[in-house]
């Protein structure tokens, strides 16, 4: 198989196959773009002049380069056309028989040393390169959307695809300016498989009644650095399409609780509170664009009053505070006596609040506890139990609000919000490499890239620490015997041995 691809035929001239066709233009690559609709290309020539023309606005291109660019683009009415290609690429409906038909269509008219590649987002690789005469060339190219700023590629390989048809998409996609991400074909591939339980844990925090979805988002933006929470993004995508994702993935994976959804999710698809979309989903988005707060609803962090809160917080033990917790406090107002303070400050990180209150017989009444991972002067998470009083909390949020910190009240949780939504992820991700889906280096650029995480997840694990991470699942999976929970092998040996997440194993 040719390893310098340059002559490239697209099927499908939607937002993808528009995408796909202008990236190859620019890389160089003679462009033959089909569609089935009439129109379809037309349109797809337009909007690709279009955003040429921004770009040359902008000053990001030559207008030399942008006609180079279009003049390499052309429209073709038939199939037979391709006839000369090394590469092509389909972005038509997502139907595996459609896309199986067509491939069939195709073998008999490109050359036998082309390669046929899919972008498909959610069938199977390997049953459309089984329809194929020759699986071999079947390979998935899966780009996201919008193709020309979504840096990022999978490289899908089948159990039957040639390492030279994957080596050579790989090598397209550095010239057209992608990472390319090598993955094993599997339900998700690497970004929609990593992007499930930031999701999913997002939503079972919200069917545990721990906090309010808009709460929830709140931490997860404002402590973790999440660019949205969870909600936001359900209802940017919209129900009808995360539901049917999510189920899809938990089937495929034969019911792995790590991927289970709520059921609260399918009740708001039924009832049509799809998102944006309907205009109603977690958020109103009637009347003017609704905007989720990005400090705490209850309004507690404009109230400058200075308390006379006295408080105390163990200096010691499983749920003392961190160095970076006290930094946030106002440590003359600690007493030396628990039973002098009015609100008691703990940070257990492997067990829930209430656990951590029995254990060390303290006043449940006066006890609140504080995220020891994610807190900062940008905001904190507070956790109540279920005996924590209004008036301990009204008090603990002063404390806060005096020092202009945001904080967020949560119901009691192992793990609080954001340490246990990204231990989730981190767990993941480390299931991930421990099955080979892919290497390490490729998990973490393809969730920076493709999903936009301030950290790739194996890299934010060795960030917050294997042990740490390790001890959140521990306590996730101790609180509620859920097998969703267990801690990958990958995880618990590279916390065992203190090697970082990220590294590969030294003989693969
Ligand atoms: N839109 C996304 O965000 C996204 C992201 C990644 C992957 N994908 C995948 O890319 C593919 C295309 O998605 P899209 O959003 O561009 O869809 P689209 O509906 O915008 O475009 C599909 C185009 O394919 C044409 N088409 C349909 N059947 C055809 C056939 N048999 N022969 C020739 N042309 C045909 C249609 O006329 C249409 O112009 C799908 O497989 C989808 O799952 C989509």
């Known amino acids: 198989m040719n390893q310098d691809l340059r002559k490239v035929g697209v099927v499908g ?8 066709a202008q990236v190859c ?15 379809a290309l037309a349109r797809a020539i337009d909007s690709v002049r279009d955003d040429l023309s921004q770009a040359v606005a902008k000053g990001r291109l030559s207008q030399a380069d942008a006609d180079a660019t279009l003049s390499r683009i052309e429209p073709v009415s038939e199939l037979k056309q391709l006839s000369g290609c090394e590469l092509v690429v389909e972005a038509i409906v997502e139907k ?25 987002s959610s069938l199977s690789v390997t049953a459309l390169a089984a329809a194929c005469a020759s699986p071999e060339r079947v390979a998935g190219w899966h780009f996201f959307n919008p193709v020309t700023r979504m840096r990022v590629v999978e ?5 039957r695809t040639a390492l030279e048809a994957v080596q050579a998409l790989v090598s397209l996609s550095k010239r057209i300016g992608h990472r390319a991400v090598v993955t094993s074909d599997s339900p998700g591939f690497v970004v929609n498989h990593a992007g499930r339980a930031f999701v999913t844990e997002g939503l079972k925090l919200l069917a545990e009644r721990t906090a309010e979805h808009q709460v929830l988002d709140g931490i997860l933006r404002t402590c973790a650095g999440f660019r949205m929470g969870p909600f936001e993004l ?25 991927y289970r959804p709520v059921t609260l999710a399918r009740t708001r698809l039924l009832a049509g509170l799809l998102g944006r979309k309907t205009r109603q989903g977690f958020y109103s988005y009637e ?19 200075s308390p006379e809160v006295s408080m105390w917080w163990p200096v010691d033990g ?22 002098e303070a009015d609100v008691l400050l703990l940070a ?7 656990s951590a209150v029995a254990e060390l017989r303290l006043d449940a009444s006066k006890v609140i506890a504080i995220d020891p991972v994610f807190g900062s002067a940008n905001g904190v998470t507070l956790m109540s139990c279920p005996a924590t009083s209004a008036a301990t909390v009204d008090a603990a949020q002063r404390v806060f609000a005096a020092r202009s910190i945001p904080s967020f009240v949560i119901a009691d949780s192992p793990g609080y919000v954001a340490p246990r939504v990204v231990a989730c992820i981190v767990n993941l991700a480390c299931e991930m490499a421990q099955q080979g889906i892919a290497a390490p280096d490729d998990i973490d650029a393809a969730v920076r890239l493709g999903l936009g995480y301030p950290f790739g997840p194996l890299e934010w694990g060795d960030r917050l620490g294997a042990d740490r991470v390790l001890q959140i699942l521990k306590g996730l999976h101790a609180t509620f015997e859920d097998p969703r929970y267990r801690p990958s092998p990958w995880l618990v040996r590279r916390a065992r041995l203190s090697l970082p997440l990220s590294a590969p194993d030294r003989l693969a």
């Open 13 to 20: 001239a939607g937002a993808m196959g528009r995408g796909i």
């Open 25 to 39: 233009a620019a890389a160089g690559c003679s462009v033959q773009l089909v569609d089935s609709a009439t129109d």
């Open 96 to 120: 595996l028989e459609v896309k199986q038909a067509l491939f069939k269509e195709l073998e008999a008219i490109v050359p036998a040393d082309c390669i046929l590649a899919t972008n498909t």
């Open 155 to 159: 490289v899908i390989q089948a159990p």
């Open 234 to 258: 359900l209802d940017l995508t919209g129900l009808d399409v995360s539901v049917p994702v999510m189920e899809s993935i938990h089937g495929q994976y034969y019911g792995d609780d790590r």
């Open 287 to 305: 009347g003017k664009p609704a905007a989720p707060p990005s400090s705490p609803p209850a309004g507690l962090s404009d109230d400058k009053a």
């Open 318 to 339: 499983p749920a003392a505070l961190p160095s970076s917790i006290t930094a946030l406090l106002p440590v003359e107002r600690r007493v030396a006596q628990a039973h």
């Open 348 to 354: 257990p990180l492997d067990t829930d609040l209430s």
